[in-house]
């Protein structure tokens, strides 16, 4: 997956290609989320996560990546979701936030696809409870429906540099 990842953003792809939107999508529980190609560092498969003291729930802990120590973000704690043991689908999506770089620890990835812009909609009112803030529109795909998060929001209150 990450080397597709790769290929797209070499061969000049951009997250608007045209009408296009270029997303990476992946699984929590039964729902579906996508985020921007571009933000999407790499995916790994789950691998040793160290606690860290006093962190907040939803903080996993932190993993050495290649030499860099990454915060790691459980999906499903942030959501307010059960937790589930890992299983060999188990992910981490590891991406660049500005100046940061956080791993996201996710049920699954789906697929890299491009949805046209013009079926992601606003989230409706009745998505008006937890999490809401942190969603950007749902994208509509034949007969599923897809979450696009905001990834900014989502690390809006969140201070990476206690991990």
């Known amino acids: 997956m990450s080397q597709i990842i790769e290929d797209m953003k070499s061969q000049g792809h951009d997250e608007h290609d045209g009408d296009l939107i270029q997303l990476v999508t992946f699984r929590i529980g039964e729902e579906e989320f996508g985020v921007d190609i571009l933000a999407v560092q790499e995916i790994i498969r789950l691998m040793q996560i160290t606690m860290v003291p ?8 932190v993993i050495n990546l290649r030499g860099k120590v990454i915060p790691v973000i459980s999906m499903r704690t942030r959501f307010n979701m059960p937790v589930l043991e890992h299983d060999s689908n188990t992910r981490i999506v590891v991406m660049e936030l500005g100046q940061k770089i956080v791993g996201f620890l996710v049920d699954g990835v789906s697929e890299v696809l491009r949805i046209p812009a013009g079926t992601v909609e606003d989230p409706p009112p ?7 803030e942190y969603i950007r529109g749902i994208g509509k795909l034949d007969d599923r429906l897809l979450i696009l998060l905001d990834l900014d929001n989502l690390l809006s209150d969140i201070d990476l540099s206690a991990t």
């Open 54 to 61: 006093r962190a907040p729930a939803f903080i996993e802990g």
């Open 126 to 132: 009745v998505v008006a409870g937890i999490g809401s």
